[in-house]
């Protein structure tokens, strides 16, 4: 039996052998930042109902949903910094060992680590997208006191520039997901749980054109038996890192 050293090894060999390594992340990479997930222990939707962020109720209830948006995007999200796992994908990126990151993440953590190309599959929450006009802005330019905030072009409801529940994939992120998907020779999901569609169909799309996968997680996801080609259990803030310092050895 292999252990937890023998796989971090194999890790590294296989990211450092790849030519178009990618990482695929989502909500686990934060997890170490003081984020928690939207489902499971410590998850989101066990304090907050999920309805604030259907798109139809954002319309008719904008009050409400922005009051609790506010609160856990912003109050408490805002004030989160980048843990070793995002920064050891940025190092990888400058370094040539990665060529991007697909994050279903919204925090923008992955871009204040450094890493330059970000492919947004959900958008992020760093923006502000205007519903009338689709003027955008940064966050931290609005005011967020009196809610819900305006658009200083037009007076139209502003909305976070994240995907709601009942709204579409952003065209280009999914197409620059999907290429990506095709085009690397190894993927690494990091704390992602397979449960999100269409997410969940860029890591498959991987795997079929034969990339090898390595999946980093704290338990086992709806990827392991699929797609997965070597598992790595335990938090990404403690294995990365741990596959940094094999990949200092090899290098
Ligand atoms: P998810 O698909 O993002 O799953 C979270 C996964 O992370 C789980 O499989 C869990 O086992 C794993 N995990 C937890 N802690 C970990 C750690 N320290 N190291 C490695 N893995 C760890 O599921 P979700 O939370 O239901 O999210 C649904 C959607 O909402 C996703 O698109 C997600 O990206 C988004 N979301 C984003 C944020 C954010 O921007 N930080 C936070 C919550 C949810």
Redesign the pocket.
Known sequence: MQTTEDLIYRAAKAIKQSNFAVAF?????????G??????EG???NKYDPKILDIDYFYTHSGRSWAAIKEI?YDH?GQ?KPNK?HEVLAKWETSGLLRSVI???????HQEAGSQHVIE??GN?QRLVCVHCDSIFETSSADLTDLPPRCVSCGGLLKPD?IFFGEAIPMLAYEQAAEAGKKCDLMLI???????SP??KIPQKAADHGAFVIE??????LYTPKVTSLFLQ??????LPAIDAILQQII
Do not use: M, Y
């Open positions: 992340t989502g909500a686990g990479i934060s997890v170490e930042s984020i928690p997930p939207f489902r499971g998850g989101l939707w995007f999200f989160k796992g994050t279903q993440n919204i925090d923008n953590l599959f959900h929450s994240f990091i704390g992602a749980s397979g449960e999100v997410a969940n980093i997680n704290r338990d086992q996801s335990g938090k990404a803030g403690e294995i």
